[in-house]
């Protein structure tokens, strides 16, 4: 069956038949979808509570996404065990005045109730709206912008970078001031969820945030993300940020487990038991969020690494930097770890190729990498020696060499790579070894705060400041929690950073502490 007609699959036995004929006939063999009767629901709770959700945006469509979940911390989530038939609608107008598309999915307790649906023959560069129904209750509404076409004259694009979202450890104030902004598009960096059991509150714990706990132990089976995902899908401005924007999503280790590499987790489990966990979490991510079929998970493996072009602007290269990584080096201690040089690999073989393929080809103005962890070399003990976060590119020494050796050789032009996991800001330059004197960056590399992980933060420690110093590379340090939101056009690339003075407390002040530029050709980092 081609992926066409397994879409189509996924709507009811009568409007196949209605829509194919005959031709129908091939899908009787898939299991279940249409042989078992659709449940006639009624709900006494909001089915939507977890909100909707639109992503992978494209010249001619995107993904609208929600899950039924009207009891989401209750064992079957307050659904039968049945698959519900779930109308959806996309308009033209915020008012749904003009439906341009309109059809019927299953959300099948198989993936949790949830609906992907991955809407096409829309126009390129205009926003949209979508919701949803089932059992008689309405959605709420959410907007989606389709992108300039591949190759397209694109003058300008504005998108906002966001991660780093542990539930307890702060509000999501910065995801309020996120939708109100109403970006093109967000890319999400990873560390959606975090896997740790909750830690009770205590005398010390910030009122706002004494019920913003995780339930206790760390969590291992798909019920225990789906309800984690769930905790963090029932905030308020996360769900205004989801229904602003499209989203387009990696995950970094924490929806999985802390710093996991390939087969390897952190406790040293044999690798045959990780692939249940793996497995366990890749489907409550694919199932919580707006991803193609393409990434639908087989088993423990899941296609994340993707490209989308935004006109003849951007080519946002999507990696994924944990799934096929070797071990990190010294037993993922970065204390005296002199073994930079061992790991193989980092994306992978195949990952790799792909992505330098791309580079070369690329006719884009900027070129990005959208991913997980730090690619500069920075040396993180001040002091005499040289101390690198092992968990990141500068701990894989080899494939970091590689990358930027091609990015220079083939002149791949206007590269910035987009990060986050250290909850801080930095922005930089990429130097191949930003130790050699004289060296010329190959790139620009923007990491992006935390949402809410680290608590308040605070603008830099005399720490900062002594590796700042340390680093020429290195330009920008801030420690509060926001977003980075970027202005992109041919002529210049703008990031501003926004932060607030506090996500321990409600309505948290929103400023931009820099705006950080770089123009075409230079791969410098200009600090406004
Ligand atoms: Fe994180």
Known sequence: MNQRSYDRALHTRRHLIRRFGVAAGVFVAAPLLFREALAQVSFSDDPFQLGVASGEAAGDGFVIWTRLAPKPFEIGFGLPSQPVEVEWEVASDEGFRTIVRADKAIANPMMAHSVHVEVDGLSPARPYWYRFRAGGVQSPVGRAKTSPLAGAPTPRARFAVVGCQHYESGLYTAYRHLAAAEPDFVFCYGDYIYENGGTPASATTPPALANRRHLPGEIFSVDDYRRR?????????????????????????HETDNNWASEWD??????????????????????????????????????????????????????????????????????????????????????????????????????????QVVMMDLDR?????????????????APRGRVLQHIADARVANVVVL???????????????????????????????????????????????????????????????????????????????RVLDKVSEPNGKLSTRATLSVAPGSNRVTIG
């Open 229 to 253: 995902y769930a905790q963090y899908k029932s905030d308020p401005d996360l769900k205004a940020a989801h229904a602003a924007a499209a989203w387009y999503p990696v995950w970094d280790d």
């Open 266 to 371: 952190e406790k040293g489990t044999p690798p045959e038991l990780f692939r249940f966990r793996k497995q366990a979490a890749f489907q409550a991510y694919y199932e919580h969020m707006p991803l193609r079929r393409s990434s639908l998970p087989n088993g423990a493996s899941l296609q994340l690494y993707r490209r989308a072009p935004i006109g003849d602007l951007i080519d946002l290269n999507l990696l994924d930097t944990r799934q096929y990584r070797s071990n990190q080096p010294c037993n993922d201690q970065s204390a005296g770890c002199a073994d930079l040089n061992s790991a193989p690999h980092f994306l992978g073989d195949v990952q790799e190729a792909w992505l330098k393929q791309g580079l070369s080809a690329s006719k884009a103005r900027w070129n990005v990498l959208a991913q």
């Open 381 to 397: 003990d001040p002091g005499e020696g040289y101390r690198a976060n092992v968990d990141s590119w500068a701990g894989y020494r």
């Open 419 to 497: 990060t986050g996991d250290e909850h801080v800001n930095y922005a930089g330059e990429v130097h191949l070894d930003s130790r050699k004197s004289g060296s010329n960056p190959v790139a620009v590399e923007f990491t992006s705060t935390s949402i809410s992980s680290g608590g308040d933060g605070q603008d830099q420690t005399t720490n900062d400041q002594a590796v700042l110093s340390a680093n020429a590379a290195l330009k920008f340090v801030n420690r509060q929690r926001g977003f980075m939101l970027c202005n992109v056009g041919k002529d210049g690339w703008e990031t501003s950073v």
